[in-house]
């Protein structure tokens, strides 16, 4: 599939960790820097939409009590 061309600086220990991955997985460089900004792009796009979510829940006066929130971090840290 082609695609557009991107030209990006990058420093060197990013370009050699790049190529590192690259040996490893037996993929060229130009692979490794779409999956990475593929990777990037859907987690964004994921973190936007339950930001948007959480707003509207407010919006909406829906809020976790205190208590929920202290259960929650005891349970998640494993601290009571």
């Known amino acids: ?18 190529d590192k ?11 490794i820097v779409k999956e990475a900004l593929r990777a990037y ?7 936007i939409e339950h930001i948007k979510k959480g707003m509207r829940s407010a ?5 976790a009590s205190e208590e929920q929130v202290r259960e929650t971090i005891a349970r998640l840290t494993g601290k009571k």
Do not use: C, H, N
């Not at 599939?1 to 790049?18: F, H, Q, Y």
């Not at 991955?21 to 692979?31: G, L, M, N, V």
């Not at 792009?41 to 973190?47: F, K, R, S, T």
């Open 1 to 18: 599939m082609a695609g557009d061309t991107l030209t990006v600086r990058l420093d060197p220990k990013m370009r050699e960790s790049i």
């Open 21 to 31: 991955i690259a040996a490893q997985q037996d993929r060229d460089r130009s692979y």
């Open 59 to 63: 919006d909406e006066g829906r809020f």
């Open 41 to 47: 792009l859907e987690l964004y796009q994921w973190q």
